[in-house]
C-alpha cells in the first residue's frame, strides 16, 4: 500500500507541475539504499543532485529579486556605459545632431525618426550624443539618481551589444518595463505574453506613461539591423508609428541591410523628412577626432604622419577606416618617417591589415582558427566554446606547444591567456550576444564578418570549422584524439584529452541541441553521416530532447532541410514518422512506443535500428505494466504518413499499477 500511494502522490505531483519543474535523476540501486561513501555511482548521483538543487534555487532566487522590476538594472547601466565609451571622442556631426533636436523639440512631428548610413559611417557615435545632449536641448537634469526622473525621460538601446538587446521582445519589453518602473505601473502579464499581445499593447502602455510623466519621453534605437529575424524583427511590424505630442522615437539602421530602411519607409509613406542620412566627416572633423584619440591613448605622431594619415582618410571619410587607422598610427615611433609607412587605402584593406598584425604578433595558427570559429559559431561563441574547439584543432595545438610540451602530461589544451590576450585586442569590435541560453561573442561590424569569412573560413575551411564545432557540441563526456607535438620532436600523445567541457544531451542544454543541427547543415562534406545520424535523428534521447527544448515543429523542419541536402532515406523515414505522430513526441512513454509500433527496422538501417532498439529498453525499463508491440504493428504500408493516434497520450497514467497502450 505505501508505494501504491507513493506511485500515486508523485504521479499527482508531476502532473499539475509544469515539464520544466520537474528534474528527474536515475540511479543504480544496491542494497541498503544510496552509499555514496560505498559506490562511485551514488556519489555522481548525489553531486548531480546537489549541484542542480543549488542551480535551481540560485535561479528562483534571482528570479523573485529581478520579478520586483520589469527592467534590469544591469542593462540599463551597460547602455549607458556603452553611451558614455561613445561619447569620449565624439566630434563633428552638428547638422544630424540638429535635425534630431529639431525633431525632438517638435510637438507636431509624431511619428519616427530614422537615421541611416552605411556600416562604419558612426550611427552609434551620433545616437549616444543626441541622448548625451537631451538635457541640453529639453532643459533641466536627468534626475539625482540617472533614472531618468527630471525634466525629461531618455531611453537609449544599443542593440545586439548585450543579451536582452538582440531580439525585438526583449528590447521592447525593456523599453516598456523601463517605463512601468519610473511611472509606477503594474503590467498585465497577457499584455505581453508573447510578442504579438507585447506590440498590440505597447502604444497604450507609452500614451500611460506620457500621461503620467507629464514630460517629454524620448527612446533611441540604435542598429535595428543587429536584431536577430525572431519575430520577423525586421519587417519593423512591432515599432510604434503613431506617437504621444510628447513622446519622441529615434531609430538608425544600414540602408540595405535585411531590407530595414526599405520597410520603414513603406510604413511612412508620406514622412521623407523623417528620413536622415548620416553625411561622410568633413576633413576638419577628422583632425579633431584624431586629436582627442591621441590624448586619450597619450600617445602623439608628427605633423609629417598626421598628414599622411589624414591624406589617406581623405580617400576613404568613414569613421570606422579612420579609428582602424588611428589603431595602426598609435604603434608607430615618432622617428619612422613617411617614406618608410604604409597604411591600407580600404576598411576591409585596413581590417585584413589588422588581422595580418594579431596573427604576426599572436601566431598564424592561433589567430585563423579564434577568429574562423568565432565567424562560423551560431551567434558567435561563448569564451568557453571558443577554447574548447581550439583544443581540438591540432594544428593550434602544435603551435600552442612550439617551445614547451604540455604542463599536464596527456591533456592538451590552449592556455586561457592566449585568447584573454587577443580578445582585449579586439574588444571594441566585438560584442556579447545571447544564443539559447548562453551569451556568445560576434563581430559587431559587418565588415569584419565580411573580411574574417573570406580570411578564415572560406569554403573548404569553413566545413572543416563546422565539423570541429559539430563534434565538440557532440561530446556528452568530452574529447581524446591523439596527437603529435612535431615542434617537441614529433612527440606523440595517445587520446590526448582535450579538457573540453562536457555537453549532455538534455533539454536544458538548448544551446547544443540548436548546434548540432546548425554546424551539421554546413558541414555535410567533411562530417560522417552515420556518426551525424547516431548522435541526432535516429537517437532517441536527442529527439526527445529537442522536442521539449524547441518543440516537435523546428524538429521536424531541420529533419526536413537535412533530407532535402543529402536525400538520406533513415532521416526521411524519421522525419514521416514525426510528421505523423506530434503529438505524442510530447510525452517520454507515447514517443517511445509510437517509434516501436510505427518504425519498421531492418538490417539495412542500421541507424533506425538502434533507435528502435532505444525506443524498446525506454519502455522495458519504466516501472509500469505496459504493452509493447513485438514488430512495427502501426507502421504504414505506403510512403504516406498515417494519422496522429491521438488516444495514445491520454491513456497513460490513469491506473497507477497499469498502463494499456491502444490505437483508435
Excluded at 536515475?26 to 542542480?52: L, M, N, R
Excluded at 551597460?78 to 533636436?101: E, V, Y
Excluded at 516501436?596 to 516501472?623: C, D, F, M, W, Y
Aim: charged share 25%.
Amino acid at each position: 500500500d505505501a508505494e501504491k500511494y507513493l506511485n500515486s502522490l508523485r504521479k499527482e505531483l508531476v502532473s499539475s507541475m509544469k515539464a520544466e519543474n520537474v528534474k528527474s535523476f536515475t540511479v543504480q540501486w544496491a542494497y541498503g539504499g544510496v552509499k555514496p561513501e560505498s559506490y562511485e555511482a551514488h556519489d555522481k548521483y548525489i553531486s548531480k543532485f546537489c549541484d542542480k538543487f543549488i542551480a535551481s534555487v540560485k535561479d528562483l532566487i534571482e528570479k523573485d529579486q529581478l520579478a520586483k522590476f520589469y527592467s534590469r538594472y544591469s542593462e540599463v547601466l551597460h547602455h549607458a556605459h556603452f553611451c558614455q565609451t561613445k561619447c569620449r571622442s565624439f566630434c563633428g556631426q552638428d547638422g544630424t545632431l540638429n535635425k534630431i533636436r529639431d525633431y525632438i523639440l517638435d510637438p507636431s512631428n509624431r511619428k519616427p525618426l530614422v537615421v541611416y548610413a552605411e556600416s562604419g559611417a558612426g550611427k552609434t557615435s551620433v545616437m549616444a550624443m543626441a541622448m548625451n545632449k537631451l538635457k541640453d536641448w529639453i532643459g533641466g537634469a536627468a534626475g539625482a539618481k540617472g533614472d531618468g526622473v527630471g525634466e525629461c525621460v531618455g531611453i537609449i538601446r544599443f542593440l545586439g551589444t548585450s543579451p536582452h538587446s538582440s531580439d525585438a521582445y526583449k528590447v521592447l519589453f525593456g523599453i516598456i518595463g523601463q517605463l512601468a518602473d519610473i511611472t509606477g505601473t503594474i503590467l498585465q502579464p497577457q499584455s505581453y505574453k508573447t510578442m504579438r499581445a507585447l506590440a498590440s499593447s505597447a502604444l497604450r502602455y507609452i500614451r500611460s506613461a506620457c500621461l503620467s510623466l507629464k514630460r517629454p519621453v524620448v527612446v533611441f534605437l540604435d542598429s535595428l539591423d543587429q536584431l536577430q529575424d525572431q519575430f520577423d524583427a525586421h519587417s519593423c511590424w512591432w515599432l510604434p508609428l503613431v506617437l504621444p505630442a510628447n513622446f519622441k522615437l529615434v531609430v538608425s539602421t544600414l540602408p540595405t541591410e535585411h531590407g530595414i530602411l526599405k520597410n520603414l519607409q513603406d510604413l511612412m509613406p508620406e514622412d521623407a523628412a523623417n528620413f536622415v542620412e548620416l553625411p561622410l566627416l568633413p576633413d576638419s572633423t577628422s583632425v579633431e577626432i584624431v586629436e582627442k584619440y591621441l590624448t586619450d591613448k597619450q600617445r602623439s605622431v608628427t605633423e609629417v604622419q598626421m598628414r599622411f594619415m589624414l591624406d589617406a582618410f581623405k580617400k576613404s571619410p568613414n569613421p570606422l577606416y579612420l579609428k582602424l587607422l588611428m589603431d595602426e598610427a598609435v604603434t608607430w615611433p615618432s622617428y619612422t618617417e613617411v617614406k618608410d609607412l604604409s597604411l591600407p587605402s580600404t576598411v576591409r584593406a585596413a581590417i585584413s591589415a589588422l588581422f595580418q598584425g594579431l596573427e604576426t604578433k599572436f601566431g598564424l595558427e592561433f589567430v585563423r582558427g579564434s577568429l574562423g570559429l568565432l565567424t562560423v559559431g551560431l551567434n558567435g561563441l561563448s569564451e568557453v566554446e571558443l577554447e574548447d574547439a581550439l583544443s581540438c584543432l591540432d594544428d593550434v595545438m602544435v603551435e600552442t606547444y612550439r617551445f614547451h610540451d604540455p604542463p599536464v602530461p596527456g591533456i592538451v589544451r590552449v592556455p586561457q591567456v592566449m585568447w584573454a590576450r587577443l580578445r582585449y585586442d579586439l574588444r571594441e569590435y566585438l560584442v556579447e550576444r545571447p544564443s539559447q541560453g548562453q551569451t556568445t561573442l560576434y563581430w559587431y561590424h559587418r565588415q569584419f564578418i565580411q573580411v574574417a569569412s573570406e580570411r578564415y573560413a572560406s569554403e573548404d575551411r569553413a566545413e572543416k570549422l563546422h565539423a570541429t564545432l559539430f563534434e565538440m557540441f557532440a561530446a556528452e563526456h568530452g574529447i581524446r584524439r591523439s596527437i603529435t607535438l612535431t615542434h617537441r620532436r614529433n612527440l606523440h600523445i595517445q587520446d590526448a584529452d582535450r579538457n573540453t567541457t562536457p555537453q549532455p544531451m538534455e533539454s536544458e542544454n538548448a544551446r547544443k541541441l540548436e548546434c548540432l543541427t546548425y554546424h551539421v547543415k554546413h558541414s555535410l562534406k567533411t562530417v560522417n553521416q552515420d556518426v551525424v545520424k547516431k548522435i541526432t535523428y535516429c537517437n532517441l534521447k536527442f529527439l526527445k530532447a529537442k522536442v521539449a527544448s524547441a518543440g516537435v515543429d523546428k524538429l521536424i523542419q531541420e529533419a526536413n532541410e537535412y533530407v532535402e541536402a543529402t536525400g538520406d532515406e533513415e532521416v526521411r523515414a524519421v522525419h514521416d514518422f514525426l510528421t505523423a505522430h506530434k503529438k505524442a513526441m510530447s510525452d517520454p512513454l507515447a514517443s517511445a512506443f509510437s517509434i516501436v509500433a510505427s518504425i519498421t527496422a531492418r538490417p539495412s538501417s542500421p541507424n533506425l535500428e538502434s533507435l528502435v532498439k532505444a525506443a524498446r529498453g525506454h519502455l522495458q525499463e519504466t516501472k509500469q505494466s505496459l504493452l509493447i508491440p513485438s514488430f512495427a504493428c502501426l507502421a504504414p504500408r505506403t510512403g504516406e504518413p498515417v494519422d496522429v493516434y491521438d488516444g495514445l497520450a491520454f491513456v497513460f497514467g490513469k491506473k497507477s499499477d497499469v498502463v494499456l497502450l491502444a490505437s483508435k
